[in-house]
């Protein structure tokens, strides 16, 4: 039987659930505005999204707007968040606080998501037992510890590549249940242990190639 599992997830196609919380983010915006409906093609005209896509996706959730109405506003954002689960708060771990990590620390937009990190982990010596963003520093070594005292279901990983997958083996056997990894290299996992990879380098060669893509372009009088 083929593995579904990466491009499905309870039936709902993963591009779809990728897409939910940009639409969010949109619908707060509108509500912000005292807007009580919003329609697919108002949304599809904000985000350069096909609407059919829009209304595709929204029918997943087994979601239907009125006819020449659109969408309840407050009722989409309400079903986007139960589905999304920014209703349930998790806690988090974060390993490796360099510029990334650092800035992972402030984004001030997790906790309004459902997560918490709770506690950062590094090596080097200057940052231990200092805080970052009011959030205590620890040693990697204190990690398990550190868990034992104020369990967590996600471990953030921001590290370079060569040393993830023993951060990564360090999380798991502590009892984390899901991984973001941000190290740019695939991680060997047990089978129930989510694993999500961000990877920057990928975004930029993504843009690079699609820049590569839209050619020609002239640079000092020169056809390239």
Sequence with gaps: ???TKDN????????????????HSFLLTIKNKERKYI????????????????????SYLNVKGKTKVG??????????????????????????IGNLGSALIKYHRFHNEGM???????????????????LKLFHIDQFQEKINETPVDIGIIVVP??????IADLMIKSGVKAIWNFSGTPL????????????IDSGLAMIKWKLHENKPLIYKNRML
């Design 161 to 166: 590549a060569d040393q993830a997958q023993k």
């Design 1 to 3: 039987m083929k593995n």
């Design 8 to 23: 499905k997830a309870s039936g709902i196609p993963v591009p779809t659930i990728r897409r939910l919380p940009l639409y």
């Design 188 to 199: 060997s996992a047990p089978d129930n242990i989510i694993i999500e990879n961000t990877s």
């Design 71 to 96: 969408y309840v506003t407050s009722v989409l954002i309400k079903i986007l968040e139960e589905f999304l689960g920014y209703h349930i708060s998790r806690k988090a771990f974060i390993v490796g």
């Design 116 to 134: 918490e990190i709770t506690a950062g982990f590094d090596i080097n010596p200057e940052i231990i037992n200092t805080k970052t963003n009011n």
């Design 39 to 58: 329609s697919a093609p108002d949304i599809a005209n904000e985000l350069q999204i096909d609407p059919t896509q829009i209304i595709k996706d929204f």
